[in-house]
């Protein structure tokens, strides 16, 4: 896609949306309407592989990039080539994998209030929240991934944000909605969607499918989002540790774990039986769903 097309459509859609909130839609009576979204993909190559698998053979709506993750230009490639999926920026200020950081997609010396000394995003947030951020930093770099994708040539539908550090103050959090107004985009999870119902991040591997199945059959009307991060079981996977103290342990178990779960028979089945609608953020925008005033 040529530069000059993509900033004129990313012009126009900023000078609209400064005028304009999002808020929910009216949903469909009596109908269990369920929105998947995975996130951090760019992260990883198996990741990469496992989305395409959970989107072209599974449940999967949504999926959200790290932009400055080591894989983001891959997965943008899969994202050019399926443009069928929805796609979202995972808004991203931490880099939380013993011995596989990233930086800034800034320069580290324009935003030094977001990276430790060596210039690499912090792995947790009380280490981002040390370094004393910056707003008019943060924003410039969350304004850059966003960017970054856009110029890629990628269709994006809405926006999230990576682990918590981004919801830790309301400055922050108005960084977020600003930039959601100014790009037209939604905020995933702030349209009237219930977060917690289908909430199987620590559900231990072995159960994924069968608690999901549960929830599934016991679900009443109303618009839902599920949470997944898709990965595989590979050497690669199997060496990414979390420097959370509370993080997972063998976290590739539980990613291969949500794949094997959003693609099984038994879910979808389910999903059949009783009529429950998939949607997507940009399914949500195309009907009307996704209101702005």
Same mark, same amino acid.
């Given at each position: 896609?040529?530069?000059?097309?993509?900033?004129?459509?990313?012009?126009?859609?900023?000078?609209?949306?400064?005028?304009?909130?999002?808020?929910?839609?009216?949903?469909?009576?009596?109908?269990?309407?369920?929105?998947?979204?995975?996130?951090?993909?760019?992260?990883?190559?198996?990741?990469?592989?496992?989305?395409?698998?959970?989107?072209?053979?599974?449940?999967?709506?949504?999926?959200?990039?790290?932009?400055?993750?080591?894989?983001?230009?891959?997965?943008?490639?899969?994202?050019?080539?399926?443009?069928?999926?929805?796609?979202?920026?995972?808004?991203?200020?931490?880099?939380?994998?013993?011995?596989?950081?990233?930086?800034?997609?800034?320069?580290?010396?324009?935003?030094?209030?977001?990276?430790?000394?060596? *210039?690499?995003?912090?792995?947790?947030?009380?280490? #981002?929240?040390?370094?004393?951020?910056?707003? $008019?930093?943060? %924003? +410039?770099? !969350?304004?850059?991934?966003?960017?970054?994708?856009?110029?890629?040539?990628?269709?994006?539908?809405?926006?999230?944000?990576?682990?918590?550090?981004?919801?830790?103050?309301?400055?922050?959090?108005?960084?977020?909605?600003?930039?959601?107004?100014?790009?037209?985009?939604?905020?995933? *999870?702030?349209?009237?969607?219930?977060?917690?119902? #289908?909430?199987?991040?620590?559900?231990?591997? $072995?159960?994924? %499918? +069968?608690? !999901?199945?549960?929830?599934?059959?016991?679900?009443?009307?109303?618009?839902?989002?599920?949470?997944?991060?898709?990965?595989?079981?590979?050497?690669?996977?199997?060496?990414?540790?979390?420097?959370?103290?509370?993080?997972?342990?063998?976290?590739?178990?539980?990613?291969?774990?949500?794949?094997?779960?959003?693609?099984?028979?038994?879910?979808?089945?389910?999903?059949?039986?009783?009529?429950?609608?998939?949607?997507?953020?940009?399914?949500?925008?195309?009907?009307?769903?996704?209101?702005?005033?």
């Amino acid at each position: 896609m040529k530069p000059i097309k993509i900033f004129c459509s990313v012009l126009g859609a900023a000078l609209l949306a400064i005028f304009l909130i999002a808020i929910p839609g009216q949903r469909q009576e009596g109908v269990v309407e369920l929105i998947v979204r995975g996130d951090d993909m760019g992260m990883t190559q198996a990741g990469n592989e496992a989305f395409e698998l959970a989107f072209n053979q599974g449940i999967l709506t949504c999926g959200g990039l790290i932009v400055p993750s080591p894989w983001f230009e891959e997965a943008a490639r899969r994202c050019r080539e399926n443009l069928q999926w929805s796609i979202g920026v995972h808004l991203c200020v931490n880099a939380e994998w013993k011995d596989y950081r990233w930086r800034p997609v800034l320069p580290f010396n324009l935003v030094p209030s977001l990276v430790d000394d060596d *210039g690499y995003f912090f792995p947790t947030a009380a280490a #981002f929240l040390a370094r004393g951020p910056k707003v $008019e930093e943060l %924003e +410039k770099e !969350l304004r850059a991934q966003i960017d970054r994708a856009l110029f890629r040539g990628l269709r994006l539908d809405y926006l999230d944000t990576h682990m918590d550090s981004l919801e830790t103050r309301e400055e922050f959090r108005a960084v977020v909605r600003k930039l959601a107004r100014e790009y037209g985009l939604p905020i995933s *999870g702030e349209c009237g969607e219930d977060r917690e119902f #289908f909430n199987i991040y620590d559900v231990v591997p $072995e159960q994924k %499918e +069968k608690v !999901l199945i549960e929830r599934l059959q016991t679900a009443k009307p109303g618009l839902y989002l599920l949470v997944v991060h898709p990965g595989l079981d590979t050497p690669e996977e199997r060496a990414i540790v979390d420097l959370n103290p509370d993080g997972l342990k063998n976290v590739y178990r539980y990613r291969s774990a949500e794949v094997r779960a959003i693609t099984s028979p038994k879910v979808k089945k389910v999903i059949t039986r009783r009529n429950i609608k998939l949607l997507s953020y940009r399914d949500l925008r195309e009907q009307g769903r996704i209101k702005f005033n």
